[in-house]
């Protein structure tokens, strides 16, 4: 706001040239840092994605949360031109949190969940399943922000956090689970499922 302010305080005083610089860079940045309503689908045994953008990863193996342990993993590669508010994947209480330095490859690349800055939050759900969801950082992205708090009651769509400009997000989902969306789908953070309990 501050920016669409001074530019428009510029055109006033006729120094047009730095005013239309300063509309479009506030144009820009709210348009980028938008964050709209979201409805979740509120019936039993789902999950949702935590991220909107393009599905670039769906495949069985080890859980990053537990050792020993292997689920689902569904990746969602977020651009520039993406939403980049995360949200909670499944209702339940934050169980861990936890943060990993690292570098700042391209996020869209399947190494990036294991090179790149990276933080990982693990929700149990009223079951007791772990459900693990990875913030990770991209190219461009230079902060990852988790508004989240160990031992926190959390429901299904609420906002946990941003990343900011292109960087992606993996979903761990428990083996009961099966993968709805497959790699090229669309998602949006809060509103498209992507897991349900098998049948």
């Known amino acids: 706001m501050a920016l669409l302010g001074g530019g428009l305080i510029f055109i006033l005083l006729?120094?047009?040239?730095?005013g239309v610089m300063?509309?479009?860079?506030?144009?820009?940045?709210?348009?980028?840092?938008?964050?709209?309503?979201?409805?979740p689908p509120l019936?039993?045994?789902?999950?949702?994605?935590?991220?909107?953008?393009?599905?670039?990863?769906?495949?069985?193996?080890?859980?990053?949360?537990?050792?020993?342990?292997?689920?689902?993993?569904?990746?969602?590669?977020m651009s520039p031109l993406d939403v980049h508010v995360n949200r909670a994947p499944v209702e339940g209480e934050v169980t861990a949190i936890k943060h990993t330095a690292g570098e700042f490859r391209a996020a869209f690349r399947d190494y990036a969940s294991e090179h790149n800055e990276r933080n990982l939050i693990v929700f149990t759900d009223k079951q007791g399943r772990p459900h693990a969801m990875m913030q990770i950082a991209g190219y461009l992205a230079r902060r990852i922000v988790c508004r989240l708090h160990l031992h926190e009651p959390v429901f299904i769509g609420q906002r946990v956090g941003i990343i900011m400009f292109g960087s992606r997000v993996d979903?761990?989902?428990?083996?009961?689970?099966?993968?709805?969306?497959?790699?090229?789908?669309?998602?949006?953070?809060g509103e498209s499922v992507i897991g349900e309990l098998a049948q």
């Open 171 to 189: 979903h761990f989902l428990p083996l009961e689970y099966r993968a709805t969306v497959k790699v090229g789908d669309r998602v949006k953070a």
């Open 43 to 77: 019936r039993d045994g789902i999950v949702i994605s935590g991220a909107d953008g393009k599905v670039v990863h769906v495949s069985e193996g080890p859980a990053p949360h537990a050792a020993n342990a292997r689920c689902r993993r569904v990746s969602v590669f």
């Open 22 to 39: 300063l509309l479009l860079s506030g144009a820009a940045a709210a348009w980028f840092f938008r964050d709209p309503d979201r409805t």
């Open 14 to 18: 006729r120094i047009h040239a730095l």
